[in-house]
């Protein structure tokens, strides 16, 4: 039971406003994780206080994502300094800052390994909903907030792409929590992923499952128009080989309508949002170690990458 | 196209030899020039008949003004919908089959080139060839291109106006014609990404859409929701739609309107005019059934009227008419205080690009920014758009998508963005010089403005003498005094320099002597006085519905601000308005031009005054007339009076014209118009799942029920923001909240606001959670009171100027104003 409530309040922080996520996250009690040290890559100024809303005068204005390409552009060698692990120090803004800087690149083909991580705010120490709402019950959401982290990547390990199907699943490890929730595991598709941890010392591969279809196709950002993010839509997955209502219906257009999209950071790591009924609920990144060591000198190079989605103006001939 | 695939091509070819690879290229060369573009002048042979006597300049103009996209197929296939969460069902609107349907479902006007494939003289032979929709002039070429790329626009082939010095315009291409789908200003673009083999598992058959447009019967709640595929990304559709600006100012010349409405000639087409029967905004909520609150909310207005800020989301019901653009050049200019980009020669090195910017390569081609006072038309319907003609038209390509993913979208808000601490909480201003350097359409417009403005300049009054094919004007007035009474014209003028003319005239007092009607020296054909002064008037003294006056688009930090004039945006809101904000700018209204007003009817900036009109489409379904009448109670009437059939006759314009100036004059008998919700609708806040057990199990609901016959625009001018972030600032940092209204309300409100807060959290998220909440009186008392951005209700009050006339002055007043 403690498990299956756990779950509701994973589901529940994407689809609940700000008052509901709070109420729903207050219960929780886990120790937060240490933060790895923050990159040396450069942002515009976190807020524009140049604008203000005459009616609403505690919003926060942020500067263009136009302007901070323009004066601030990330090089090859800033992004090479980005990790999937010390992309959690950040703020929400400067991940969004990083985010509106990258191209989608290729649609990624094969497993690519995940992580996740919770909005956090300007320090990018505490959670945005800490800081929201501030004092005890601050303190209280952080910590909660830390154990659904550590929840989630219990669960989740990353994403299995099918590039020419146009179709990805997700990595399973953790099955028990799911179980009440299959009719038929027999169906299940099955695959050996790299164990990760202490355990991998002692058996380097486990079983994960395959669960959650998605659609994957060239789409808008929610977060930046102004290119195509790679976009993972569980909307409409139900024509999708090996689709079973039950768990995948819980992703899709008659569950939490989970939408993703992904940025390549550098050839093997991308960034990526998570969107449960078009509301933000968290950040990821989803990587393949070899490939992100391969690529990189490469990419340092300067080596053009391949680009399956519009690209934006400056470079539309990669577009289509 | 992947590169990869692109690669791929190119080994095929070296091993095939360098002789077969000449000739193919002489192949494809053949088949370019046999598959050639042309501009729409050279496509349509009654089209470049009308604009023959128009000069180069104002020929390059109306071609633009009809067929330029400016990119925003992209807009319309992808943003709207994915982005925005928006759903058209083009082929519900444009497939060959409803061609019948074009003008009395939609309001589109029919284009006169297209056919039926399979019709007699139709060059496509089955609806296969062309996906279901007509054939339009260009398709030869286009329908070649659907899955692939390269398609050259026939905007390429635009015929530019002659420059006198070296053309450093952006290139013509960029303007983005595609060809007409049908419906004039609605082009089609073939799309690149298109999938034969995947369109057909989907849909069966090249023109079916069916597969992709079809309602869903997946999870239990389908039923109750009717979802399609069009909002599902990964499908694309064989072409994508664009919008000119003609989409919504083509329609009917009122002197010349077509025998059969639904099959006009050239002849009776007219690209400024304004469509008066158009249903843009069932248009773009059609994707959706009229059970959605994406449809309750968006397709409740009238024919000829959109909410033009409906997609920027100011949470403003302000649906306006689109507005004849007719004698501009006697147009009233205003002085204001205006800082924009204005043509330079060079930029002093250094200088920011927020300041000064030249294109690259193109020497001499640059844009400074500076304030000046200058002397500009107040556009818009509270004058609020007003740095300069060129501007005003520039920002309505804007308005309609163009250019969006470059820097138009990230300045929108996210509805669902609910921390005021996040992107896309709300709308930021959209950056003209950003535009500028990163959208080659925004260029290839901006170089075209002149054309566009010669186009404007080249419209005339449309007048009834000339209609109804009179000698003179003097012959109207005999007609009109034998069907009022004798005298009536001129007893009509009297009253209208009396009472009428100080708002309704560019002329200066006294009008004692004034011909209303005289042209200007050496052209017959422009009139001489606007009538109308343009001036911008506080809503509350007009007193009609104030929705458009509160629009906020142009406001400090919304996302036109730099399209407005300081000191307009500047100016202090209207204070007699009793919503709650702060912000400048907001609550006037600008004093409407009466030229031609006899074939603009029925009234008002939302066409609220005067007999409701409605299409006859021989489809039900897409039967859009909603009778708005109600009682004193806000009720429904039991037996509303019928709408009027759309009449584009002389005689139908003058008919409606009358009964809507009766109904003007005499606002104590006209029936309150309020469009209700048919249905209730259900906000979801918290997500419910649609399996059942799985909802029993993991899923949580909380929802607002919005009831049946509740007004559609007070639910779509809510701050539903502001009440969240209120909400969480009462539990959380009063201090925030007390800061937040300081200087917006007084102690006591205040207090009924906090009060008002807690009741509402305590009530609808503690006592009843959970569960669906209502929105009952009480709280939507609160609610609106607090957080609604327009408090009116009736959308036919105010504008009661000439009440008090006698009956027989009335007449006469109606009978004068028909001459105008």
Not at chain 1, 264 to 281: E, Q
Not at chain 2, 521 to 542: F, I, K
Not at chain 2, 591 to 600: E, P, Q
Request: aromatic share 10%.
């Amino acid at each position: 039971m403690r498990l299956i409530s756990t779950m509701r309040k994973i589901l529940l922080g994407g689809g609940v406003l700000l008052i509901a996520a709070a109420a729903a996250f207050y219960y929780f009690g886990l120790r937060k994780e240490p933060l790895p040290p923050r990159p040396d890559i450069p942002f515009a100024a976190l807020e524009d206080t140049s604008l203000k809303d005459p009616d609403n005068p505690s919003r926060v204005f942020r500067v263009d994502f136009a302007r901070v390409e323009h004066d601030v552009p990330l090089s090859h060698a800033d992004l090479a300094k980005l990790t999937p692990a010390n992309l959690k120090a950040m703020s929400q803004e400067e991940i969004d800052q990083i985010y509106a800087r990258l191209k989608a690149g290729p649609i990624p083909d094969g497993v690519l390994r995940g992580d996740l991580f919770f909005e956090r705010g300007e320090d990018g120490l505490r959670t945005r909903l800490a800081e929201i709402l501030g004092g005890g019950l601050g303190k209280g959401a952080d910590a909660k907030i830390a154990g659904l982290e550590k929840l989630g990547k219990g669960l989740w390990k990353g994403k299995r792409f099918y590039r020419d199907e146009r179709v990805l699943r997700n990595v399973i490890e953790d099955f028990a929590p799911l179980k009440a929730l299959i009719d038929d595991e027999s169906r299940i598709e099955k695959i050996e992923i790299a164990r990760t941890g202490l355990l991998s010392w002692i058996s380097p591969r486990t079983t994960a499952w395959l669960l959650f279809p998605a659609k994957l196709y060239c789409g808008q950002s929610l977060l930046d128009g102004r290119r195509e993010s790679i976009i993972i839509d569980y909307a409409y997955s139900h024509d999708l080989p090996g689709y079973m209502d039950r768990p995948d219906a819980l992703a899709g257009r008659g569950g939490l309508a989970i939408r993703d999209e992904i940025r390549m950071v550098r050839p093997g790591f991308y960034l990526g949002r998570a969107y449960a009924n078009r509301i933000f609920l968290l950040n990821f990144t989803v990587y393949d170690p070899e490939k992100m060591s391969d690529g990189l000198q490469a990419f340092l190079d300067g080596r053009a990458v391949e680009e399956d989605c519009w690209a934006g103006e400056p470079s539309e001939v990669a577009a289509q | 196209m992947p590169r990869s695939s692109v690669n791929r091509r190119y080994r095929l070819q070296g091993f095939i030899g360098p002789i077969l690879a000449s000739m193919a290229v002489w192949i494809a060369c053949l088949l370019l020039m046999t598959l050639a573009a042309h501009a729409q002048s050279s496509l349509s042979e009654g089209y470049a008949k009308e604009v023959a006597p128009l000069s180069s300049s104002e020929r390059a103009g109306s071609e633009i003004w009809f067929n330029a996209t400016a990119f925003n197929d992209r807009f319309f296939t992808y943003g709207f919908q994915q982005r925005l969460g928006g759903a058209i069902d083009w082929y519900g609107i444009l497939a060959a089959e409803k061609k019948r349907d074009i003008f009395q479902a939609w309001g589109g006007i029919p284009d006169p080139d297209c056919c039926i494939p399979g019709d007699a003289n139709c060059p496509a032979k089955s609806l296969a060839e062309t996906y279901g929709f007509q054939y339009c002039p260009g398709d030869a070429a286009l329908l070649s291109f659907i899955g692939k790329t390269g398609y050259r626009d026939p905007a390429c082939d635009l015929k530019d106006a002659p420059v006198a010095d070296k053309d450093q315009r952006q290139n013509a291409c960029d303007l983005h014609f595609g060809t007409s789908t049908g419906i004039l200003g609605l082009r089609k673009f073939p799309n690149p990404r298109f999938k034969k083999e995947a369109w057909l598992k989907l849909n069966g058959s090249l023109e079916s859409w069916e597969g992709y447009r079809a309602a869903l019967d997946i999870y239990p709640g389908d039923k109750q929701t009717k979802p399609n595929r069009l909002l599902d990304g990964s499908v694309e559709p064989p072409f994508r739609i664009g919008m000119a600006c003609g989409g919504c100012h083509i329609g009917y010349k009122p002197g010349k309107p077509p025998l059969d409405a639904n099959k006009p000639a050239w002849e009776n087409i007219d690209g400024l005019v304004g469509n008066q029967y158009s249903r843009v905004s069932n248009l773009l909520g059609s994707g959706f059934g009229k059970h959605a609150l994406e449809w309750q909310l968006i397709a409740r207005a009238r024919p000829g009227i959109v909410d033009t800020s409906a997609l920027p989301m100011d949470y403003v019901s302000n649906p306006g008419t689109m507005n004849a653009i007719i004698n501009f050049a006697r147009r009233p200019l205003h002085e204001h205080d205006i800082l924009k980009w204005r043509k330079a020669d060079a930029c002093a090195a250094g200088t920011s690009v927020d300041d000064c910017w030249c294109e690259p390569g193109k020497p001499g081609k640059c844009w400074q920014r500076s304030r000046k006072k200058e002397l500009v038309p107040n556009i818009l319907k509270g004058g609020e758009d007003s740095i300069g003609t060129e501007e005003a038209i520039q920002r309505v390509y804007f308005n309609i998508g163009s250019c969006s993913e470059q820097c138009w979208l990230n300045h929108i808000p996210d509805l669902r963005a609910a921390d005021p601490k996040q992107r896309n909480y709300g709308q930021t201003p959209f950056d003209i010089g950003q535009c500028r350097r990163d959208c080659a359409s925004f260029r290839a417009i901006e170089d075209r403005l002149p054309d566009l403005k010669a186009f404007f300049l080249s419209a005339r009054p449309s007048d009834l003498w000339q209609a109804r094919g009179l000698a003179s004007p003097a012959a109207l007035e005999a007609e009109l005094d034998g069907t009022f009474f004798p005298g009536a014209v001129k007893r009509g003028r009297d009253i209208y320099a009396q009472q009428c003319a100080s708002c309704h005239s560019s002329g200066k007092p006294p009008f004692d002597n004034t011909d209303f009607l005289a042209t200007v020296p050496g052209d017959p054909t422009l009139r001489a006085d606007w009538l109308g002064n343009d001036a911008v008037e506080p809503a509350s003294e007009v007193g009609t519905y104030a929705g458009r006056a509160m629009h906020s688009n142009h406001m400090p930090s919304r996302v036109w601000e730099q399209y407005a004039a300081i000191d307009l945006r500047e100016r202090p809101r209207d204070p007699a308005r009793p919503e709650v904000m702060a912000g400048s700018g907001r609550g006037y209204d600008r004093n409407v031009s009466l030229l031609s007003a006899w074939a603009h009817a029925p009234f008002m900036h939302n066409n609220a005054i005067g007999p409701e009109i409605c299409g006859k489409p021989a489809d039900k379904a897409v039967d859009f007339y909603d009778q708005p009448y109600v009682d004193a109670a806000g009720k429904p009437l039991a037996n509303p009076p019928a709408c009027t059939p759309y009449d584009t006759s002389v005689a139908g314009r003058f008919a409606l014209y009358v009964a809507s100036m009766r109904d003007m004059l005499n606002p104590q008998s006209r029936i309150d118009k309020m469009h209700l919700l048919s249905d209730d609708i259900i906000i979801p806040i918290a997500p419910k799942l649609q399996n059942p057990e799985l909802n029993e199990r993991l899923g949580i609901e909380i929802s607002l029920r919005v009831p049946k016959g509740y007004p559609a625009l007070a639910i779509n001018s809510l701050r539903f923001k502001d009440l969240i972030q209120d909400a969480v600032l009462q539990r959380t940092n009063e201090k925030k909240l007390d800061e937040k209204y300081a200087g917006i309300l007084d102690a006591a409100r205040l207090a009924e606001l906090k009060s008002g807060l807690r009741r509402f959290i305590l009530d609808a998220i503690v006592e009843d959670r959970p569960t669906v909440l209502d929105l009952v009186a009480d709280r939507d008392k609160f609610v609106q009171s607090f957080y609604s951005n327009i408090l009116d209700r009736v959308e036919n009050r105010g504008h009661r100027f000439g009440e008090t006339l006698s009956d027989q002055d009335k007449d006469a007043l109606i009978a004068f104003v028909a001459t105008l």
